[in-house]
T-cell receptor, first 113, second 111 residues
Framework: DAEITQSPRHKITETGRQVTLACHQT?????MFWYRQDLGHGLRLIHY???????NKGEVSDGYSVSRSNTEDLPLTLESAASSQTSVYFC????????????FGQGTRLTVV | EDQVTQSPEALRLQEGESSSLNCSYTVSGLRGLFWYRQDPGKGPEFLFTLYSAGEEKEKERLKATLTKKESFLHITAPKPEDSATYLC????????????FGSGTQLTVLP
């Protein structure tokens, strides 16, 4: 079965370190998204990609970057981790057309100390 | 700016006690309204998509409805396994293929 997987599931890092969260999907979807989920804020869009070599900033992109070198993967990098980036991160993918639902990974819980 | 507001924030029901969750939205055009279920420690799981006012969709004890300003998720005779956070999200012409989410309603069904 096709799926979307994130790794690691849990990560503790220190302030100032660079961190990369992995996202891999086997749906062959062109659209991929990164969200963060915080209490009281719901899911907020960080970055998204509509295809290989395409990346776009979302609502809360400061301090994050992504790159898309193939269809399957969209890694999320925190350039210099800050305590405000402690959160649960979700990757999602969807088909190319509009009006289609997104499928989510199981999430990565990141703690910045 | 697209806005999605869900109410109540939390809801506790007795098993078998039917109720409704609300999702109101303020958007410039609506391509679709999506309902997701999220269990603790897991990613959101897709439930329904609604596209136009008057549309309804059902799945087991859940029924989603849509008007021009809001959507309702009706839960009929809920069971403890229906306990979860329910999220709604909108997709608009301005946001293309992205989703804008509400903060969710945490539902607890007591046995």
């Amino acid at each position: 079965d096709a799926e979307i997987t994130q790794s690691p599931r849990h990560k503790i890092t220190e302030t100032g370190r660079q961190v990369t969260l992995a996202c891999h999907q086997t749906w062959n979807h062109n659209n991929m998204f990164w969200y963060r989920q915080d209490l009281g804020h719901g899911l907020r869009l960080i970055h998204y990609s509509y295809g290989v070599h395409d990346t776009n900033k979302g609502e809360v992109s400061d301090g994050y970057s992504v790159s898309r070198s193939n269809t399957e993967d969209l890694p999320l990098t925190l350039e210099s981790a800050a305590s405000s980036q402690t959160s649960v991160y979700f990757c999602a993918s969807s088909e190319e057309t509009v009006n289609t639902e997104a499928f989510f990974g199981q999430g990565t819980r990141l703690t910045v100390v | 700016e697209d806005q999605v507001t869900q109410s109540p924030e939390a809801l506790r029901l007795q098993e078998g006690e039917s109720s409704s969750l609300n999702c109101s939205y303020t958007v410039s055009g609506l391509r679709g309204l999506f309902w997701y279920r999220q269990d603790p420690g897991k990613g959101p799981e897709f439930l329904f998509t609604l596209y136009s006012a008057g549309e309804e969709k059902e799945k087991e004890r859940l029924k989603a409805t849509l008007t021009k300003k809001e959507s309702f998720l009706h839960i009929t005779a809920p069971k403890p396994e229906d306990s979860a956070t329910y999220l709604c999200a909108v997709q608009t012409p301005g946001s293309a293929r992205q989703l804008t989410f509400g903060s969710g309603t945490q539902l607890t069904v007591l046995p």
